[in-house]
């Protein structure tokens, strides 16, 4: 909440300044020696403040910061959460790719192993190309043609389902979840960026909210004291040149709102 006091200075300057040019409206020059306005004789008619100082020691101040804080921890964690989801949608995607790769590898080699189509007179040959292909795709590495989930490469080829329909299909149905995945860790990633929007729109609008409570606290009170003192001028002590340690109410202000 730091940067709220740029914030806090500008509105709280308007309003001072607006406070100010009412009662100054008919005038045309304002003679400051001695702390005389209009002529009137009167001293301390200005007085000026520590706004930095009173809105850091108002008691409202801290319970709000307490509050909007809250709100930003509980945003966090909605968007840590979204982003979790997505890192463990990235590593079934890696798991997926590598059982495609694997798939691919061990159907690459099963063709490798097929003999070219041969005429009819052949087939007797048949047997014995389809007992070396079952031998090369056997003494592949047990990584490679482990693809099918809970099926090991030995219990695969024995039972003879390591074929290149079965592992055509199985790469086909990982592929179509794969491109799932990818889908729904899109849209997981365009959710994030929508609710960081929405949530640094929402907290700039509750942090100027929660300051303008605080800043109307504060310019009731000085309103009050105005009048109390007969101040016809408050302005911020940031603008001002010289001024006599009397006429700095900054300790009396935060007197006022802690005493409260």
Do not use: C, W
């Not at 041969?118 to 592949?140: G, M, Q, R």
């Not at 009050?224 to 040149?241: F, P, Q, T």
Request: aromatic fraction near 4%; proline fraction near 2%.
């Amino acid at each position: 909440m730091n940067h709220l006091h740029g914030f806090l200075y500008r509105a709280l300057l308007l309003l001072l300044t607006l406070s100010a040019l009412s009662g100054l409206v008919s005038s045309v020059e304002i003679p400051l020696e001695k702390g005389v306005i209009n002529g009137s004789g009167k001293s301390g008619d200005i007085a000026y403040l520590n706004i930095d100082r009173i809105f850091s020691a108002h008691p409202m101040k801290n319970r709000l910061k307490a509050e909007f804080e809250a709100d930003v921890e509980k945003r966090k964690a909605e968007i840590v959460l979204l982003s979790g989801a997505v890192a463990d949608l990235n590593k079934i995607v890696v798991s997926t790719t590598t059982e495609i790769n694997h798939a691919k590898l061990a159907l690459m080699i099963i063709r490798s192993t097929q003999a070219p189509a041969i005429e009819p007179a052949a087939v007797e040959v048949s047997s014995a190309n389809a007992s070396s292909t079952v031998a090369a795709v056997s003494s592949a590495p047990a990584s490679v043609l482990a693809v099918l989930p809970g099926v090991s490469a030995s219990t695969a080829s024995a039972a003879g389902i390591l074929t290149a329909e079965a592992l055509e299909k199985e790469i086909s149905v990982k592929e179509a979840f794969l491109a799932e995945l990818n889908a729904t860790i899109g849209k997981k990633k365009d959710e994030i960026r929508a609710l960081t929007r929405k949530n640094k729109d929402e907290l700039t609008k509750t942090e100027e909210k929660l300051t303008a409570r605080v800043l109307a606290d504060i310019y009731n009170l000085l309103e009050k004291l105005a009048v109390e003192e007969g101040y016809s001028i408050i302005i911020d002590k940031n603008n001002v040149l010289y001024g006599q340690s009397g006429q700095d109410i900054t300790d009396k202000i935060i007197e006022r709102l802690q005493g409260r």
